[in-house]
Nanobody
Framework: QVQLVETGGGLVQTGDSLRLSCAAS????????MGWFRQAPGKEREFVAG????????LARDSVKGRFTISRDNAKNTVYLQMSSLKPEDTAVYSC????????????????????WGQGTQVTVSS
């Protein structure tokens, strides 16, 4: 069982930066691929970025490439999402998710693949 807690959301202006953190419980954090997803009002949840167990592989959706960076610190059981050049269309509830995997380079991009989810943190970008 893994519990995930996101922090770092807030209200910012266009062009600002935020760093989201997702702290995981347990001692086997390095067994889990991690992902960030977001859901805006009236829209489906979408994949934002993901990172493999050891951090060697990362993926991001096209609309955030060059602006968002996912990273992890396995010693701290934490995954981060550094967001810069934020736009109003980035406004959403951001959730982190975890899935245990034996494949070291795996970075799932579909929500149904993930086993554990945090409660989410609101990010609002004003124009």
């Amino acid at each position: 069982q893994v519990q995930l807690v996101e922090t770092g959301g807030g209200l910012v202006q266009t062009g600002d930066s935020l760093r989201l953190s997702c702290a995981a419980s347990g001692r086997t954090f390095s067994r889990y691929a991690m992902g960030w997803f977001r859901q805006a009002p009236g829209k489906e949840r979408e994949f934002v970025a993901g990172i493999s167990r050891c951090g060697g592989v990362t993926l991001a959706r096209d609309s955030v490439k060059g602006r968002f960076t996912i990273s992890r610190d396995n010693a701290k059981n934490t995954v981060y999402l550094q967001m810069s050049s934020l736009k109003p269309e980035d406004t959403a509830v951001y959730s982190c998710a975890a899935v245990a995997t034996d494949v070291s380079i795996a970075v799932p991009t579909t929500a149904r693949t993930y086993e554990y989810w945090g409660q989410g943190t609101q990010v609002t970008v004003s124009s």
